[in-house]
């Protein structure tokens, strides 16, 4: 018997239309997840208990009213979590800091009604980092933790939005990527987590960050985060950057197809690497020559390259948030010293950082231009111990541990390119190791390819958050049992199940 929250967002979708599952019921099992299991991940900022209600029992409707159900958008009733970034419509929108607390979202963000549009059911808002600033997602809010230890962190920005969806709290999330933001939380929570390419998916109502961040999914399997990606790939008049719109399911159908043989760069080995990212790497070259494409050493690519110009325009943008007067002291340590340090750079300075950072880009895709994909890992370490990349006193130290931990993630935020980080390594003790593909620019189809013959080749979805699962089971036997139907059979029905999409259903 396979449990609701078990179930992939494939899976949810199908069952849903095929009406073997209720939008209703599967709603209200993520519900009562979130309500026991919420404190000690550390997923939620906000649980919109109502509004989702609402929401499935619309769907409910919908579903029941339908004589096609082909024609009902392609997500309809399955539930997700929004990253407190993006502002949804009613709910608190607090960019991750205290002094948001009180700051309630008018509409929704562009790819927030997408998702709606889709169907799909936003369980509420996620924990994020201040302003998106850090790796780690430690917040005057909360902490958002890896459900595969319980004493890491789930990495950041977008931490919340991946500790929600590795512990089964929700079927997928939107989360955003300046510079590692939504790879480094897949990576540390054992997830796939895309950062699409430059202009693919509209930033609105704010802005894509000087060309370095964009919306993306966070989802337990390359399948699901097409199927999230053919969602939000949109843009809206006024975008500072936009890419011509693919036809009906094309990121869906990239995850079906082979991708053919391709040429593998592989970045060399640096001394910060601990041994389960270079074993993870290595497996994974060698996994790829097996599968027959051609493998072979990349130059190398360090942060020396753009640490300078990528810490200007990051401070700058830090500077730019609008904080209410007089709450500046209710900044965390590093968001304030980053203020700080963009107050001090003049618009020459910003214009001449960003120009470096555009020099960068050029020479790094023409470096790797022979290759159709570059391979490393996502993280140079396992998910950190909460709190240890923190120094409260030093907060320059902080930053400067960011880039040890992760020090390749913003090549694809300087370059546009899109990157992908697969969970294709585990420890013997059951952490996820990251794997990180970063592909040509505007070529999501061919990462989503290639990671779906990895999933199978090396499948993932096995592994279990077992202290979440064991929380549960504790929570559950003492009196808290779930009443949510248990559902057989959908593993084999997922993909069929949304062969409309294929035909030009509604996206």
Not at 6 to 28: C, G, K, M
Not at 72 to 81: A, R, T, Y
Not at 370 to 377: A, G, H, M, N, R
Request: proline share 8%.
């Amino acid at each position: 018997m396979t449990e609701l929250h078990e179930l992939t967002l494939a899976e949810q979708a199908a069952a849903i239309r095929e009406r073997t599952v209720s939008p209703v019921d599967l709603v209200d099992h993520h519900l009562r997840r979130i309500d026991r299991l919420n404190d000690a991940v550390g997923a939620y900022r906000t649980v919109d208990h109502r509004g989702a209600r609402q929401a499935a029992a619309a769907a409910e409707a919908r579903l029941a009213a339908a004589e096609d159900t082909s024609q009902l958008p392609p997500l309809l009733g399955v539930p997700i979590s929004v990253k407190d970034t993006w502002p949804v419509a009613g709910l608190p929108f607090t960019g991750g800091s205290a002094v948001f607390a009180d700051r309630i979202a008018p509409a929704d963000a562009a790819v927030v009604g997408a998702l709606r549009a889709a169907g799909t059911v936003l369980l509420g808002t996620t924990l994020a980092a201040e302003f998106g600033c850090s790796a780690y997602t430690e917040t005057a809010h909360g902490t958002a933790r890896s459900p595969y230890d319980l004493n890491r962190g789930a990495g950041g920005s977008s931490g919340g939005a991946a500790a929600s969806v590795a512990a089964r709290l929700a079927a997928g999330a939107l989360g955003s990527d300046g510079g590692g933001s939504i790879r480094i939380p897949a990576a540390a929570c054992g997830l796939v987590g895309l950062k699409p390419s430059r202009g693919r998916v509209t930033p609105a109502p704010g802005t894509d960050a000087l060309g370095l961040a964009t919306a993306g999914p966070l989802a337990r399997t390359v399948f699901d985060t097409a199927l999230l990606l053919d969602v939000m790939a949109h843009s809206t008049p006024g975008d500072s950057g936009t890419l011509p719109a693919g036809p009906p399911g094309t990121f869906r159908a990239s995850a079906e197809r082979a991708p053919g043989r391709l040429r593998i760069g592989v970045l060399p080995e640096t001394a910060g690497q601990d041994g389960p990212s270079r074993l993870g790497c290595r497996r994974t070259a060698d996994l790829l020559a097996e599968l027959g494409h051609q493998v072979d050493e990349a130059p190398p690519f360090g942060p020396a390259e753009y640490l300078a110009a990528f810490t200007a325009v990051w401070s700058v943008l830090a500077a730019s948030v609008p904080v209410p007067p007089g709450r500046e002291g209710d900044l965390l340590a590093l968001t304030a010293w980053l203020r700080s340090e963009g107050r001090a750079r003049s618009a020459p300075d910003l214009l001449a950082a960003h120009a470096s950072l555009t020099a960068t880009a050029r020479e790094l895709l023409s470096r790797y231009a022979e290759f159709d994909v570059i391979l490393s890992p996502t993280t140079d370490t396992l998910a950190p111990p909460v709190g240890s990349l923190v120094d409260q006193d030093a907060p320059e130290r902080t930053f400067a541990r960011m880039l040890d931990f992760t020090p390749r993630t913003p090549l694809a935020n300087i370059t546009g390119q899109p990157s992908i980080s697969l969970p294709l390594h585990w420890t013997p003790d059951g952490l996820p190791v990251g794997i990180m593909l970063t592909g040509r620019p505007h070529q999501e189809a061919t990462l989503l390819a290639l990671g779906a013959q990895l999933e199978q080749a090396r499948p993932w979805l096995h592994h279990t958050p077992q202290p979440v699962l064991d929380r549960d089971s504790a929570l559950r036997a003492a009196g808290h049992r779930d009443a949510a139907r248990q559902v057989t059979g959908h593993r084999d029905t997922a993909h069929r199940g949304l062969a409309f999409q294929a035909e030009g259903g509604t996206t």
